[in-house]
């Protein structure tokens, strides 16, 4: 993995440094004797092959091997590799779905349809908690159990899962007002304009997918699997960063950035003081849901 780093980083940076933001295509930059350029572009691809291949392998081998998973199951490296992943899996999974809208509409950016978000909720929530299950779980580095997935005091924790809702949600609104006062637009939602206008019928699947499986599975993987193994391994402030940034950038929303890395720290403060993960996919859960309602409520069929 650390090879693909190696050949990718440069290549990318030196292509950028050359091209700057164009996007010429390939058959052009070799016809212009841009040949370095390409090499560079060559060695970054390749070292993007390598990269994947080894986030793969960090995840498949030590799954059928308990003595190599328990060894360096809480490094970064492990964490990285096993997000990188459940995210390339889960991409590689809907690429039909995005080439078939592609190919209908050539030239036009591609809105998820109802279905096009519970298919891409499923793939990248499926992934994040298969990765889990095989390079934690089956190899018996920890258990379900030990990753915070327990009914002990459930109906209390469901409790203070509402609680801890409505701070993330009021949290969130003011920390999205103060960054729109200063010009930073909230564009959350923008993923999900597809459910605007849906029938009832298929918004409903879209909540399904948004407020209760997403839920789930990403505390699984976020709270559950990074957080715990990072704090056995290098301590909890390590697995509050970590846990935290890796939760915001897996949003994908520079803008909304801030807002998601302080809902990230709630939920990791509220599980390293539980050790349940039922109130952070409560809280998680009532977040998508509220979301998700406003948005459909707020534009009528």
């Known amino acids: 993995m650390i090879i693909?780093?190696?050949?990718?980083?440069?290549?990318?940076?030196?292509?950028?440094?050359?091209?700057?933001?164009?996007?010429?295509?390939?058959?052009?930059?070799?016809?212009?004797?841009?040949?370095?350029?390409?090499?560079?572009?060559?060695?970054?691809?390749?070292?993007?092959?390598?990269?994947?291949?080894?986030?793969?392998?960090?995840?498949?081998?030590?799954?059928?091997?308990?003595?190599?998973?328990?060894?360096?199951?809480?490094?970064f490296w492990t964490v990285i590799a096993s997000f990188g992943t459940a995210v390339l899996v889960a991409n590689l999974l809907t690429l039909p779905y995005v080439l078939v809208e592609a190919a209908r509409q050539p030239g036009v950016p591609i809105t998820l349809t109802p279905g096009g978000l519970v298919l891409s909720v499923l793939t990248l929530d499926g992934c994040l908690v298969g990765v889990v299950f095989l390079r934690i779980i089956h190899p018996h580095v920890l258990s379900w159990?030990?990753?915070?997935?327990?009914?002990?005091?459930?109906?209390?924790?469901v409790?203070?899962?509402g609680g801890v809702g409505v701070v993330v949600i009021l949290g969130s609104a003011a920390l999205e007002a103060a960054l729109r006062a200063v010009g930073i637009q909230q564009t959350q939602e923008q993923m999900f304009?597809?459910?605007?206008?849906?029938?009832?019928?298929?918004f409903l699947g879209v909540l399904l997918a948004g407020a209760v499986i997403a839920p789930i599975c990403e505390e699984i993987f976020f709270r559950g699997f990074v957080f715990t193994v990072v704090w056995r391994t290098h301590g909890q402030v390590a697995a509050f960063i970590?846990?935290?940034?890796?939760?915001?950038?897996?949003?994908?929303?520079?803008?909304?950035?801030?807002p998601i890395l302080f809902i990230a720290v709630i939920f990791a403060y509220v599980y390293?003081?539980?050790?349940?993960?039922?109130?952070s996919m409560v809280a998680h859960g009532m977040n998508n849901?509220?979301?998700?309602?406003?948005?459909?409520v707020s534009h009528p069929h």
């Open 242 to 258: 970590v846990s935290a940034v890796l939760f915001a950038i897996a949003h994908l929303n520079l803008q909304a950035f801030v």
């Open 4 to 75: 693909g780093v190696v050949l990718m980083v440069p290549g990318t940076i030196s292509t950028i440094a050359v091209l700057g933001v164009r996007q010429p295509r390939l058959t052009q930059l070799v016809a212009s004797g841009h040949a370095a350029t390409v090499a560079l572009l060559g060695l970054a691809i390749v070292g993007a092959v390598v990269l994947a291949i080894g986030m793969i392998l960090d995840v498949m081998i030590p799954a059928f091997s308990p003595t190599l998973a328990r060894e360096y199951y809480g490094s």
């Open 193 to 202: 304009t597809g459910i605007v206008g849906a029938p009832l019928g298929q």
């Open 272 to 279: 390293s003081r539980t050790g349940s993960l039922v109130p």
């Open 145 to 157: 159990q030990d990753l915070g997935l327990t009914l002990a005091n459930f109906w209390n924790m």
């Open 159 to 161: 409790r203070l899962g």
């Open 289 to 296: 849901a509220l979301a998700l309602i406003a948005l459909y």
